[in-house]
């Protein structure tokens, strides 16, 4: 089967710099996505991996280790708006790149002032 | 603006009643999803389609339904033999090279 791993919560301070971890066991690997997702709404696209290493993008960046089955989020200056879950997905390798997607349970973030 | 649009965004029901939540994207994506999500709990997919007039089964198909007769259409319906049909349901849609983009979502209730 498909597993996918995330803590359930964190909190943090207003400014501060945090981590969301991400662990995966999958049929093969076809590349990794997070999302934000604010309560009551539908989840946002904030980065997908398919290589090793680390992709920056502004205040949120996202590395990837394929041969640890692992990745991170990491969100610096944090903002109280940044208070939301964290989904992480997984892509299996094979098949269709427009197959499925595996998510995690997602890492509840709590951001206090 | 292309998007995904769902709707009703708030739907009520009651028990033994069939109910057809829409799904519509101007994307051009070939792919489209359907998801579930509970209080606390993560996305569980219910049925998904990579082509028109194909859709498999997710993880949690029994007592819903699907269509896909058009590319731009993936309705679910509800049935009355889903046991706990209260959730806030998500649809998506995927093309070639771009990452999975969600509807706002439709909550529904059944008492």
């Known amino acids: 089967g498909q597993n996918i791993d995330q803590p359930t919560e964190m909190t943090a301070t207003e400014g501060a710099i945090v981590q969301i971890n991400c662990t995966y066991q999958?049929?093969?690997?076809?590349?990794l996505f997070w999302y934000q997702q604010h309560a009551g709404e539908a989840p946002t696209f904030l980065s997908y991996?398919?290589?090793?290493g680390l992709e920056e993008k502004g205040r949120f960046s996202s590395f990837l280790s394929r041969s640890k089955g692992y990745s991170y989020l990491l969100l610096k200056e944090l903002q109280m708006k940044d208070s939301a879950s964290y989904l992480c997905?997984?892509?299996?390798?094979?098949?269709?790149?427009?197959?499925?997607?595996?998510f995690g349970r997602g890492t509840q973030l709590t951001v206090w002032p | 603006d292309g998007g995904i649009t769902q709707s009703p965004k708030y739907l009520f029901r009651k028990e033994g009643q069939n109910v057809t939540l829409s799904c519509e994207q101007n994307?051009?994506?070939?792919?489209m999803y359907w998801y579930r999500q509970d209080p606390g709990q993560g996305l569980r997919l219910i049925y998904y389609?990579?082509?028109?007039?194909?859709?498999q089964k997710g993880d949690i198909a029994e007592g819903y339904s699907v269509s896909r007769e058009k590319k731009e259409s993936f309705p679910l319906t509800v049935t009355s033999a889903q046991k706990n049909p209260t959730a806030f349901y998500l649809c998506?849609?995927?093309?070639?090279?771009?990452?999975?983009?969600f509807g706002n979502g439709t909550r529904l209730t059944v008492t």
């Open positions: 997905a997984v892509r299996p390798a094979g098949g269709s790149t427009l197959g499925r997607l595996y």
């Open positions: 999958t049929s093969g690997f076809n590349g």
């Open positions: 991996n398919v290589l090793d």
């Open positions: 994307l051009n994506h070939d792919a």
């Open positions: 389609s990579q082509i028109v007039n194909d859709f």
């Open positions: 998506a849609s995927m093309g070639d090279n771009s990452p999975l983009h």
